[in-house]
Nanobody, 130 residues
């Protein structure tokens, strides 16, 4: 079965850190780009980080730039989101998503918040207390 499973969410204090994991089963991030999204109560889903399918390009939303880092494991089966200096406004459900690279081409995170992803995770809650 093909799926993405997020983990690593939880409750953290203002200024703290968390690392979210997104484990792929049934496929590898070898030929997939990856992105992280979040959705706070009453707000629209927000794309916050993207990694290209060749894993050489990363793009971040202004709201997280300099604080969050997207990366992949050496075996390309897991994508991470390292979150530092967390703020209460980072409280949300976080989702990972995977998008397949094109034939003989790569996905370079063009308009990643609105791209059509092949797979989505179920989400993990992050709560930052003030």
């Amino acid at each position: 079965e093909v799926q993405l499973v997020e983990s690593g969410g939880g409750l953290v204090q203002y200024g703290g850190s968390l690392r979210l994991s997104c484990a792929a089963s049934g496929f590898s991030f070898d030929d997939y780009g990856a992105a992280w999204f979040r959705q706070a109560p009453g707000k629209e889903r927000e794309g916050i980080a993207c990694m290209s399918s060749n894993h050489g390009t990363t793009v971040y939303a202004d709201s997280v730039k300099g604080r969050f880092t997207i990366s992949t494991s050496n075996d390309k089966n897991t994508v991470y989101l390292q979150m530092n200096n967390l703020r209460p406004e980072d409280t949300a459900v976080y989702y990972c998503a995977a998008i397949e690279a094109g034939f003989l081409s790569h996905y370079y995170c063009h308009d990643y918040p609105h791209a059509e992803y092949n797979y989505w995770g179920q989400g993990t809650q992050v709560t930052v207390s003030s």
